[in-house]
């Protein structure tokens, strides 16, 4: 059963920490999104690659976000420092180019203290 | 202080009978539109999808319905079961956007058994 696979589920750190999500899209994916969902304002784009390269990174604070696609099977998702308002649901979604249909992973929950 | 949420429009239906959840999309120039459902706790989850140059699909139990004409994308669900209780979101492709979609905010379905 293929599916997106997110780490951690949940995360809890002190502001000004970094945080590092992991990604792994499902196998064959050329396309992978970053989103993060918050009550206030709902799913957000951050961050999309295609091929392991960066498409659209302008929904991400370019200070502290960062993204990369080490390779084709893995995506990461940095903050660096954090702060309380990065507080959020970060989702992964992954898609081929023969479709436009994104799969999404179940998340990493980031609480900043 | 208390702090102030997206307040998602909530449709409470009884069990067994016929939901339909509808949304109002932006983009004259989009061409093709996604129904998620997500569900306390997990990544949204895709139900069904239809192109623009279609008014009408079907799949187990959902329609999709597109209104080119007032921008309007409707999810019926037949015969609603508890499991179905989710928030559904729509979601938008503006043609030559490489795939990014735009998302809804929401609505919640609840179902009374």
């Known amino acids: 059963d293929a599916r997106v696979t997110q780490t951690p589920r949940d995360k809890v750190t002190e502001m000004g920490q970094e945080v590092t999500m992991r990604c792994q899209p499902i196998?064959?994916?050329?396309?992978v999104f970053w989103y993060r969902q918050t009550m206030m304002q709902g799913l957000e784009l951050l961050a999309y690659f295609r091929n392991r390269a960066p498409l659209d990174d302008s929904g991400m604070p370019k200070d502290r976000f960062s993204a990369e696609m080490p390779d084709a099977t893995l995506a990461t998702l940095k903050i660096q420092p954090s702060e309380p308002r990065d507080s959020a649901v970060y989702f992964c979604?992954?898609?081929?180019?023969?479709?436009?249909?994104?799969?999404f992973g179940p998340g990493t929950r980031l609480l900043v203290l | 202080g208390e702090s102030v949420g997206l307040h998602l429009p909530t449709l409470s239906v009884q069990e067994g009978d016929n939901s339909i959840i509808n949304c109002a999309y932006s983009n004259s120039a989009s061409d093709y539109f996604i129904w998620y459902k997500q569900e306390s706790g997990k990544g949204p989850q895709f139900i069904i999808d239809?192109?623009?140059?279609?008014d009408k699909r079907q799949g187990q139990r959902v329609t999709v319905l597109l209104n080119k004409t007032v921008k309007h994308l409707s999810l019926q669900i037949a015969a609603t079961q508890p499991g179905d209780s989710a928030v559904y979101f729509c979601?938008?492709?503006?043609?030559?956007?490489?795939?990014?979609?735009?998302f809804g905010k929401g609505t919640k379905l609840s179902v009374k058994p």
């Open positions: 196998l064959g994916h050329n396309t």
């Open positions: 979601a938008e492709r503006i043609q030559g956007s490489q795939g990014n979609l735009i």
């Open positions: 239809i192109r623009s140059n279609m």
């Open positions: 979604a992954s898609g081929s180019g023969s479709t436009e249909t994104q799969y």
